[in-house]
């Protein structure tokens, strides 16, 4: 018998509260710099009270075909959100770039897609019958050489990519995409925003208002379940891309909508935002603090709105992990490779939120300092 001690587990994120800034993970009260609830409002009393009182009164919900009050009010909300005729609601974000390229199938013959894009768009792709080509990661250089090499003549491209990746947080340039997409009369440009929505862009409505991009020919999927608070999939545009959807995409006539709760926690979420506009404007300043406070450390980070921080260099990542959460403060290693957009070397994934407080980000930054 072998009696040579293990090493333990590390122990995992066991969270016993609601989500936020400051927040209790495995019995202890902690700083959180992870995951993706941008402003926190998933752990936002008036989302949860609303969650609650919806899930009173409609119940879990509808099974998987019917219609209730509180999904006409989430299309209400989210067509002012996003000064959309219509934005199609399903199940999850995951499934959300699935739907938006079935509906949009027969406007395009060929598929090039950034060869980092998230697992969402990926296992689209099988489903929509169309030959499909990489390019290099971020560089429009390599898509404009894979346009030539594969688009013929009068066949339209799509180009498909992640508008902010969702490990190294990395903008597409999508302005530059679109650049090189000029030569290709009816190509379009489809964007997994999941990361993007909500943050994004001068009103919130993602990476295309952010590039100045929102036009006919350029379209985005996105997600309730990070900024705003909640869950579900959604896909704003015109009726006749909603009409589209409705005809190719199966998932909107065989699966359940998002549960009364999810939906009620999405409206909700929405209106805090648009009636607390200093939420926006705190997560601003939070982002420019923690880039600006790494730059001071000596970390290379571009000069970008995005509340995802990756953090490279010549660390052991896991072992300073480890000391900021002896302090208290919980951050995330993405292990190499670790995920659809991650690097081949371990980075630190910060998450930034507009309730951080300045001082929190201050403790984080001087911990780092300290132990590096
Ligand atoms: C880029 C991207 N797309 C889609 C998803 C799936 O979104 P959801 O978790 O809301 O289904 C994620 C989830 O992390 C993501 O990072």
Redesign the pocket.
């Known amino acids: 018998m072998n009696h040579q001690a293990t090493p333990p587990a590390p122990l995992p994120v066991v969270m016993q509260s609601p989500l936020g800034a400051r927040m209790r993970i495995n019995g202890r009260d902690v700083d959180y710099f992870c995951g993706?609830s941008y402003f926190c409002l998933h752990g936002h009393p008036r989302v949860i009270e609303a969650a609650c009182a919806a899930t009173r009164q409609f119940g879990m919900g509808p099974g998987t075909l019917a219609q209730m009050q509180v999904y006409v009010a989430l299309q209400d909300e989210l067509q002012a959100w996003f000064g959309a005729e219509h934005v199609v609601s399903l199940i999850?974000?995951?499934?959300?770039?699935m739907a938006m390229l079935q509906g949009l199938r027969d406007d395009f013959d060929v598929i090039l897609i950034d060869a980092a894009?998230?697992?969402?768009?990926r296992d689209a792709i099988p489903t929509l019958d169309r030959p499909v080509h990489s390019f290099r990661h971020l560089d429009a250089g390599s898509l404009a050489e894979e346009l030539d090499r594969y688009v013929k003549p009068g066949k339209r491209p799509v180009v498909v990519t992640?508008?902010?990746?969702?490990s190294s947080g990395a903008l597409a340039p999508l302005a530059d995409y679109r650049q090189a997409m000029v030569p290709y009369e009816g190509a379009i440009l489809a964007v997994?925003?999941?990361?993007g929505v909500g943050v994004l862009g001068s009103s919130g409505r993602g990476a295309l208002q952010h590039f100045g991009l929102e036009a006919d020919g350029n379209y985005l999927?996105g997600?309730?379940?990070?900024a705003f608070g909640a869950?579900?999939?959604i896909i704003p545009g015109s009726q006749s891309l909603a009409d589209k959807i409705a005809a190719n995409a199966m998932i909107m006539r065989g699966a359940s909508p998002v549960p009364p709760a999810a939906a009620a926690a999405a409206i909700a979420s929405l209106r805090v935002l648009k009636e607390t506009p200093a939420m926006r404007a705190n997560l601003v300043r939070n982002v420019s603090h923690v880039r600006a406070g790494l730059r001071k450390l000596g970390f290379v980070l571009a000069d970008t709105p995005v509340p995802i921080v990756s953090v490279r260099g010549d660390v052991d990542f896991e072992q300073l992990r480890l000391q900021l959460d002896a302090k208290d403060i919980v951050v995330k290693v993405t292990k190499a490779s670790g995920y659809?957009d991650a690097p081949d070397v371990p980075t630190m994934r910060l998450a930034v939120f507009s309730e951080h407080s300045p001082e929190q980000i201050d403790r984080l930054l001087s911990s780092m300092a300290e132990l590096l």
Do not use: C, M
């Open positions: 993706t999850s974000g995951y499934s959300s770039p894009t998230h697992y969402s768009a992640d508008g902010v990746f969702p997994d925003d999941s990361h999927a997600t309730l379940s990070k869950l579900g999939g659809s």
